[in-house]
């Protein structure tokens, strides 16, 4: 699977032809995993009911999270933070929350 060649694809009515592109499988195992994250993150809403929350994600992964949550934790949600801080340092994500924080 996605080893091939990209797949043509015939229109029966009147012929004519056009290409698929092929599955970007990084592209649907990050998917994969946004949306278990979503799922814990239900989780941890439903038995924990805390009284706001702040995501933090890269654009489009918020973006994703966003089309997965429920109802219940789009309601706990007070900020969404569409910021990269993968490999930024503990200390340094604080400082920047903090900073933040105080802007709202």
Do not use: C
Request: no cysteine.
């Amino acid at each position: 699977m996605g080893a091939d060649r990209p797949t043509r694809v015939y229109d029966s009515m009147d012929g004519s032809r056009s290409g698929a592109e092929q599955t970007d499988w990084h592209e649907a195992a990050e998917v994969d995993f946004l949306a278990k994250v979503a799922q814990v993150l239900e989780q941890a809403v439903a038995q924990r009911r805390p009284p706001r929350l702040s995501l933090v994600a890269p654009p489009r992964a918020l973006g994703i999270l966003r089309q997965e949550l429920g109802e219940a934790t789009r309601a706990a949600l007070a900020a969404e933070i569409a910021k990269d801080l993968v490999n930024h340092p503990v200390p340094e994500i604080e400082k920047q929350l903090a900073a933040m924080r105080q802007l709202t």
